[in-house]
């Protein structure tokens, strides 16, 4: 079983930054995928941006430029900087790591924008 531990989130004003982590720990056997994503209440969780095994990276078109994902794999860990902030940025950004067997979502970390 794999366990996701998020962290970075919290109230920042417009323009300012963020930077969100997530360990991964448990049985883990060769991760795919790890990324971020987003859930305002009312609306469907999206994809904000996601690092493949091949260190490629996706993003969505509103964070593009803004945002960085990256991942330290020695640890297990995946972290989401975040730059240039804005009020629509406000929301709970869920980690996601997928490995060969599973898929693995973390408990969600509020990031709040204030204008």
């Known amino acids: 079983q794999v366990q996701l531990v998020e962290s970075g989130g919290g109230l920042v004003q417009t323009g300012g930054s963020l930077r969100l982590s997530c360990v991964a720990s448990?049985?883990?056997?060769?991760?795919?995928?790890m990324g971020w994503y987003r859930r305002a209440p009312g609306k469907q969780r999206e994809l904000v941006a996601r690092?493949?095994?091949?260190?490629?990276?996706t993003y969505a078109d509103s964070v593009r430029g803004r945002f960085a994902v990256s991942r330290d794999s020695a640890t297990n860990t995946v972290y989401l900087q975040m730059d240039k902030l804005k009020p629509d940025d406000t929301d709970v950004y869920y980690c996601?790591?997928?490995?060969?067997?599973?898929?693995?979502w973390g408990q969600g970390t509020q990031v709040t924008v204030s204008s």
């Open positions: 996601r790591i997928q490995t060969l067997f599973t898929d693995n």
């Open positions: 448990g049985i883990i056997f060769r991760i795919n995928e």
């Open positions: 690092i493949f095994s091949s260190g490629s990276t």
